[in-house]
């Protein structure tokens, strides 16, 4: 069984596109109490809010600290544009109020931070916000009305609101969010690590819409294939329209990709911060929150495989013991293919929360049964000195059946 957290979690960064927010999307995204709160509106084309005009709400190219002259006014001001409420002082040279509000309202009641342009912690911001502009984006030509994919499948006779539902999940709604946080990641005075980390403290629980979308995706990737086998010449259409080199399944993945990348990109951020300065404990809680909701996504998607699991083999066991149900082994926990000493072939182990299921795959698919053996019967050897890739289990009612399992590599 693969690990989600490991399959899935190379997010890749692509080259970055100026980014003009008109003044009505760079609100503060309002606190949400779940998730699902965030509705979903049609998606205009025409929208620009990832192409409009620059202006004192652009976004430099090569940086996400902005031009203090831009937004008073004052050329003197210049020098004052990089700050990091991380290492924020009084005027005074006494520590500020540690009151979360003040450090992220108030920057003129600070003194500079030591952060510049060319430091570890700007580059790990940078790559955070262009990241995530490049990742709205993504979405966004996904879902547009004209030359996406999901409309013209919402109207098109060839599509049923199943094959919507199986191939695209909840995107709309992880788009509709993730406008509202991009905006909020780029306020009119972008402080530094310490506002970013609570921009994600602040949105955790709006994050938990992806456990729908993670779940969702072996479905999702199943189903887009028989479509597009069906339809080649739909896709390739679409495919052309919008200008990718690669296909619709590629940028199904990329919410993954993403909601995994948050938690390593902040906990790189953690790690260039200073652990006494003050806002550091926030860009902590977020990066526990964001790891804590990327082990959750695992967690529930390697039940759900086990439960799949299960319910497969229980269609398949043969000549399983009338005093034996696969009720009373428990949870399914783990299952792999070892190898055992003096059998023909190899055998599936699949271990419960209450035993140990061993099994032979037949040649149709099916699954023979060997042995079980309850946990409170049994007794494990897990090293022999002279195989160590071996390890052997005894039932107590019968010590002389001894099984030695090879693992397998």
């Not at 031009?67 to 990091?84: D, I, L, M, V, Y």
């Not at 037949?362 to 160590?388: C, Q, R, W």
Request: with cysteine.
């Amino acid at each position: 069984m693969v690990d989600i957290l490991e399959s899935f979690n190379m997010a890749t960064t692509s080259d970055c596109l100026d980014i003009g927010l008109p003044p009505d999307e760079v609100s503060p995204l309002p606190r949400k109490t779940s998730p699902l709160e965030y509705e979903v509106s049609s998606v205009d084309s025409s929208h620009t809010f990832l192409s409009g005009d620059s202006g004192v709400n652009d976004l430099d190219r090569n940086s996400i600290w902005r031009n203090s002259s831009s937004s008073n006014g004052s050329a003197g001001s210049t020098a004052s544009s990089h700050q990091s409420a991380l290492s924020l002082i009084g005027n005074d040279g006494t520590p500020s109020n540690n009151d979360t509000n003040t450090v992220l309202a108030t920057p003129n009641h600070y003194r500079h931070s030591s952060l510049s342009l060319g430091s570890k912690t700007h580059f790990i911001m940078d790559e955070v916000l262009h990241t995530e502009k490049n990742y709205v984006e993504d979405l966004r030509q996904i879902c547009r009305q004209t030359e996406g994919y999901l409309q013209p499948m919402r109207e098109s006779p060839l599509f049923s609101s199943e094959d919507l539902n199986l191939v695209f999940a909840n995107m709309e709604k992880i788009l509709a969010f993730h406008r509202l946080f991009f905006a909020a990641l780029v306020p009119p005075d972008l402080m530094g690590p310490a506002y970013l980390a609570q921009c994600f403290n602040e949105h955790a629980d709006s994050f938990e819409i992806y456990t729908e979308y993670c779940i969702n995706f072996p479905a999702s990737v199943k189903h887009l294939a028989q479509l597009t086998t069906a339809q080649p010449e739909w896709f390739a259409a679409r495919q052309a329209d919008i200008g990718h080199s690669l296909q619709l399944g590629t940028y199904l993945l990329k919410p993954i990709q993403r909601i995994l990348k948050y938690h390593l990109l902040l906990e790189k951020l953690l790690d260039n911060c200073d652990c006494d300065a003050l806002g550091y404990q926030w860009v902590s809680e977020a990066y526990e929150s964001m790891r804590n909701i990327a082990q959750k996504i695992n967690e529930v998607q390697n039940q759900k495989e086990r439960k799949i699991r299960l319910e497969e083999l229980e269609l398949r066991l043969q000549e399983l013991p009338l005093s034996l149900t696969l009720g009373e082994f428990g949870e399914l926990l783990l299952d792999d293919l070892f190898r055992l000493t003096g059998a023909k072939g190899e055998r599936n182990l699949f271990l419960f929360a209450n035993g140990l299921l061993i099994v032979k795959r037949k040649e149709d698919g099916t699954f023979l049964f060997k042995n079980y053996i309850a946990h409170s019967n049994l007794m494990l050897s897990e090293v022999i000195p002279e195989n160590p890739l071996h390890f052997s289990v005894i039932a107590f009612d019968n010590p002389k059946a001894l099984t030695v399992i090879e693992v397998l590599y």
